[in-house]
């Protein structure tokens, strides 16, 4: 079985992660240095939603930096055993918590029992990115009156996709703040709209002075 880098930060610090193949892209460390320094300040204590979660790299570095809580959603059966894997090689099984769903599936149904969440890492295959969308239409969409929210208040949507293929800076109640390049990855972080978001420059001043990477990123 392949690899899937390393936990970069916090608790489970140098940790190896299982991939569950070629098929998959995890996200690579330089990309999750990147991620992870935009997001620390917003960590401790969020609740973190992991769509098409691959190895669950992602929430896991989210958990092991001090994520109160993470559900990871992925279709595919030896994937999610991967999953379950790294989160117990980590030790980290007790806030992380694996759903074996079709995506879209999961965000029309039981996504807002489990929420809201502040941040939610999006990362379809690269070669489906209608997915992508489809999976921002349903985050970004207004709730009804009444409703429970999907996401919190100033909620961060980070989309991982193929440079070529960018999503829309806005989507619902999405706006894009920023985005980096690596490589053939591009992330795309979203802020929620709402009455308590943060005034953007800080997350621009958290990379302004980071190069960009050059190598492609494997998913």
């Given at each position: 079985m392949s690899e899937a880098g390393r936990v970069i930060s916090g608790s489970a610090?140098?940790?190896?992660?299982?991939?569950?193949?070629?098929?998959?892209?995890?996200?690579?460390?330089?990309?999750?240095?990147?991620?992870?320094?935009?997001?620390e300040p917003d960590l401790v204590g969020a609740r973190v939603l992991d769509l098409f979660a691959g190895s669950g790299?992602?929430?896991?570095?989210?958990?092991?930096?001090?994520?109160?809580?993470?559900?990871?959603?992925?279709?595919?059966?030896?994937?999610?055993?991967?999953?379950g894997e790294n989160l117990a090689r980590?030790?980290?099984?007790?806030?992380?918590?694996?759903?074996?769903?079709?995506?879209?599936?999961?965000?029309?149904?039981?996504?807002?029992?489990?929420?809201?969440?502040?941040?939610?890492?999006?990362?379809?295959?690269?070669?489906?990115?209608?997915?992508?969308?489809?999976?921002?239409?349903?985050?970004?969409?207004a709730q009804d009156p009444g409703s429970a929210p999907l996401l919190a208040e100033a909620a961060w949507?980070?989309?991982?996709?193929?440079?070529?293929t960018p999503p829309p800076a806005s989507v619902g109640l999405l706006a894009s703040a920023r985005t980096r390049r690596f490589g053939e990855t591009t992330l795309t972080f979203y802020r929620r709209a709402g009455p308590r978001v943060r005034d953007v420059k800080r997350l621009a001043a958290a990379t302004a002075d980071e190069p960009a990477a050059q190598s492609e990123e494997a998913r």
């Open positions: 610090r140098g940790t190896r992660l299982l991939a569950p193949g070629a098929v998959t892209r995890p996200l690579a460390d330089r990309v999750k240095q990147t991620l992870f320094a935009i997001l790299a992602g929430g896991i570095e989210a958990l092991s930096r001090g994520a109160a809580r993470a559900i990871f959603v992925e279709r595919d059966a030896p994937a999610a055993r991967v999953i980590t030790h980290l099984s007790e806030r992380g918590h694996v759903v074996r769903a079709d995506a879209l599936a999961y965000l029309a149904g039981r996504a807002v029992a489990d929420g809201p969440f502040s941040l939610v890492l999006v990362d379809p295959p690269y070669a489906e990115p209608q997915l992508l969308e489809s999976a921002l239409v349903r985050l970004g969409a949507v980070v989309a991982k996709h193929f440079w070529r």
